[in-house]
């Protein structure tokens, strides 16, 4: 699987109409409603707001009043078929005063969302944990030779050092000699 390294916007246009296309890095958690009321206030007089999102438990899509089929679904595809997910893409469009009709409707927003992703920086993911370690001073040096390939989320020092880190899943018998507690299961950027 893989994802987008950061967000970004472009632009399509055909026959009059504007196209854009909008990706934002998301996971579970997001906030869908909140996202699109930015993105609506942000481009006011759009007259559609056509949305799909994929995570790796969920994923759904919005035609936002295009006709059933046209925008939302095709998005979709263009992201399983790439197979990506954490991307919430929304692509806002301006009427030009042509209509494109169903079959172009459908060419103009997975052209515009491939448009977008041919632009983007991507990686790609493998399954792994948020792993929480702790241990006494007296380990650090082993420790952060052991971590310096491995991403530190967090490094908290107290009685002891306390350690945050996220690790795929072929690299968690590196820490069998420490205590750990698996956070939560997570999907890692392979760098």
Not at 46 to 73: F, V, W
Request: net charge positive.
């Amino acid at each position: 699987m893989r994802t987008i390294t950061a967000n970004l916007t472009s632009k399509y246009e055909i026959k009059n109409s504007k196209f854009i296309t909008i990706l934002i890095k998301i996971d579970n958690n997001f906030n869908l409603k909140r996202t699109l009321n930015q993105i609506k206030e942000e481009y006011p007089k759009a007259t559609h707001y056509c949305y799909c999102y994929r995570t790796i438990n969920l994923q759904k899509s919005s035609d936002d009043g295009e006709p059933s089929g046209t925008a939302g679904i095709p998005m979709l595809n263009v992201l399983i078929k790439e197979d990506l997910i954490n991307i919430l893409a929304v692509v806002v469009r301006y009427f030009g005063g042509i209509k494109l009709g169903a079959g172009g409707l459908v060419r103009a927003y997975t052209t515009s969302l491939t448009t977008a992703l041919k632009m983007a920086n991507l990686c790609t993911l493998e399954e792994g944990y948020i792993v929480r370690i702790s241990t006494d001073y007296s380990m650090q040096k082993e420790l952060d030779y052991l971590l310096k390939n491995i991403e530190i989320i967090n490094k908290d020092y107290g009685s002891n050092i306390t350690y945050d880190i996220a690790i795929s899943k072929n690299k968690l018998n590196l820490l069998n000699n420490y205590s750990y507690k698996i956070m939560k299961e997570d999907w890692i950027i392979k760098k």
